[in-house]
Every structure is written in structure tokens, then in C-alpha cells.
Nanobody, 117 residues
Framework: QVRVVESGGGLVQPGGSLRLSCAVSGVSGSIFSIKSMSWYRQPPGKPRELVAAITSGGTTTYTDSVKGRFTISRDNAKNTLFPQMNVLKPEDTAVYHC????????WGQGTPVTVSS
């Protein structure tokens, strides 16, 4: 069974940084490497939204609210996605998830990020 496990979230002050990790298991590295991957977040009381995506070739796209602050990278040898969040703002508070793009894996629990002083 293909699973995704997110980690690295926590409490951070405004302006701080966090590096998340999304590990995909149950799939071979060759399959993972050809998949576009996505990074979503769900703020409290709001629907899940797409934050960023990365193609198999490494091309990245970001939603406007995180451009210049967030980056996403992948390690195909480890079936892992690495969202990097810098200059965090209170409005970045959310539970962060990873999936394929479009989403094809059952959603994991995500990793919560709280930006607060």
C-alpha cells in the first residue's frame, strides 16, 4: 500500500523557518521519480489548498502567497519531498500534506505548523 508520511512541523515565531519532510513508501524509486508531487496545506477551519508542486524533472510552481518564501525539492533516491518554508507568517499556520499531483495517494495525517509569537 502506498503511504505518505509528513514530518518536521512545529511551533515557530513569525519570520522563522521550517524544513518539512514527506516520505512516500510502498512505491519503487523508479515510479516515484516519474511522478509530479504536490504540497498542500489546510488552515484551521478552511479547505485544503495547493501550496506548491514539483515535476519529475524538478520544475516547481508555487501559489502566489508563498512565492519567494517557500521552496520544494525532492530526493528520488529516498522517495522523499522536502518543503522548505522561510519568513513564516501567522497566516501560514496550517496542517501540511504531500501527495502526488494530481492527488492519487490516501491523505496522510500531515504535519502541523503553527506560526505565532
Amino acid at each position: 500500500q502506498v503511504r505518505v508520511v509528513e514530518s518536521g512541523g512545529g511551533l515557530v515565531q513569525p519570520g522563522g523557518s521550517l524544513r518539512l519532510s514527506c516520505a512516500v513508501s510502498g512505491v519503487s524509486g523508479s515510479i516515484f521519480s516519474i511522478k509530479s508531487m504536490s504540497w498542500y496545506r489546510q488552515p484551521p477551519g478552511k479547505p485544503r489548498e495547493l501550496v506548491a508542486a514539483i515535476t519529475s524533472g524538478g520544475t516547481t510552481t508555487y501559489t502566489d502567497s508563498v512565492k519567494g518564501r517557500f521552496t520544494i525539492s525532492r530526493d528520488n533516491a529516498k522517495n522523499t519531498l522536502f518543503p522548505q518554508m522561510n519568513v513564516l507568517k501567522p497566516e501560514d499556520t496550517a496542517v501540511y500534506h504531500c501527495n502526488t499531483e494530481p492527488p492519487q495517494i490516501n491523505w496522510g495525517q500531515g504535519t502541523p505548523v503553527t506560526v505565532s509569537s
